[in-house]
Structure formats: structure tokens, C-alpha cells
């Protein structure tokens, strides 16, 4: 309990996150077994991980910051740079591509007007290749927060991408 009054989370954690994190970190044998977890709620409230959030999450787990970078940069759904409000992972692995995943990419590409790696320039999307998202039979797919969208046709890409803008602007 000390040792939660002293973390601050400097606003990428609220208190409840906090104070959950600090007492199931007390109970593992291995706290770094918590790692995308913390990371994954500071991204949830910030956008992105930030360095000070690799630092709290290894003051919260009592783990040396490169411990805590290693996992955060293997991770491909962690993002260490500022992203668009909709990142969208475009699968990549093969039964996306031998189902139209390079022409799906391109679409998308086409679309925003933008490359892997980019942000459109309203800060909306950014578009990432991905390794398989788990979701085969759903082939060509994509995420976006957690939801996968698939089988998709490069006629369904536009639709996404205006309902997501209609999203955004409710
Ligand atoms: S290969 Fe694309 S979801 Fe598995």
C-alpha cells in the first residue's frame, strides 16, 4: 500500500487502474506477466505509450524500464509513436494474402492516401501491416481497436473508412 501512494500516473492511468495494477503486481510471483496490461490500459487512455508511461509501468511492476521497452517494442500492437485515432492493422500473413490481402492494402492505401506506417493528415487513420490477426476464416481481415473486420472486398474498404469518419465527427 506504500508503495501506491508514492506512483504517480501522471494522468496515463486513472486511480482505480492504478490501485488495481499496484495490488495484483503485489500478488504475482512474476509481475512482468503484467506488462501488456498495463501498457495496453495506458494506451487505451492516451493513444499511444509515451516514455514516461514504458517508466511507470515498470515503477508499477517493479521492473527495470529496458524490460519493459523490450516487451513494448516486440509487441506490434503496442505503439510508441503517436498514431491516428483509428490504427488499422492490415493482415499480412498468408491465408490474408492468398485471399486478396495485397489488393485489400493497396485499397486502403489508395483510399487514405497514405503508405504503411503513415497518418492520414486529419490524424484519423494510420495504416500497419500486421502478422495474422487470428481470425483466418475471416480472410482478407483487418483491425481496428481490437475488432476485426473481414472477409472484406476492396469495396468495402470505402464504406469502412466513411463510417469510421462519421464516427469520429458524431
Ligand atoms: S492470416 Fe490473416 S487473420 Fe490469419
Not at 495494477?21 to 512474476?30: D, G, K, Q
Not at 490481402?101 to 484519423?124: H, N, P, R, S, Y
Not at 495504416?127 to 481481415?141: D, F, H, I, R, T
Request: with cysteine; net charge negative.
Amino acid at each position: 500500500m506504500a508503495q501506491e501512494e508514492k506512483i504517480d500516473s501522471i494522468g496515463l492511468l486513472d486511480e482505480n487502474e492504478l490501485a488495481y495494477f499496484v495490488a495484483h503486481a503485489n500478488e504475482l510471483e512474476h509481475p512482468r506477466e503484467m506488462v501488456i496490461d498495463v501498457l495496453r490500459a495506458i494506451q487505451k487512455n492516451h493513444g499511444w505509450v509515451p516514455d514516461e508511461g514504458v517508466e511507470l509501468t515498470a515503477t508499477i511492476l517493479r521492473l527495470e524500464p529496458i524490460e519493459v521497452e523490450e516487451v513494448a517494442t516486440f509487441y506490434d500492437k503496442i505503439f510508441r509513436r503517436p498514431v491516428g485515432r483509428y490504427p488499422i492493422h492490415v493482415c499480412d500473413s498468408i491465408c490474408c494474402w492468398s485471399n486478396g490481402g495485397q489488393e485489400l492494402a493497396e485499397q486502403f492505401k489508395q483510399q487514405l492516401g497514405i503508405e504503411f506506417g503513415q497518418t492520414t493528415e486529419d490524424g484519423l487513420f494510420t495504416l500497419l501491416p500486421s502478422c495474422c490477426l487470428g481470425v483466418c476464416g475471416c480472410a482478407p481481415a483487418v483491425m481496428i481497436h481490437q475488432q476485426h473486420y473481414g472477409p472484406l472486398s476492396r469495396e468495402d474498404v470505402g464504406e469502412l473508412i466513411n463510417r469510421l469518419r462519421r464516427e469520429a465527427s458524431a
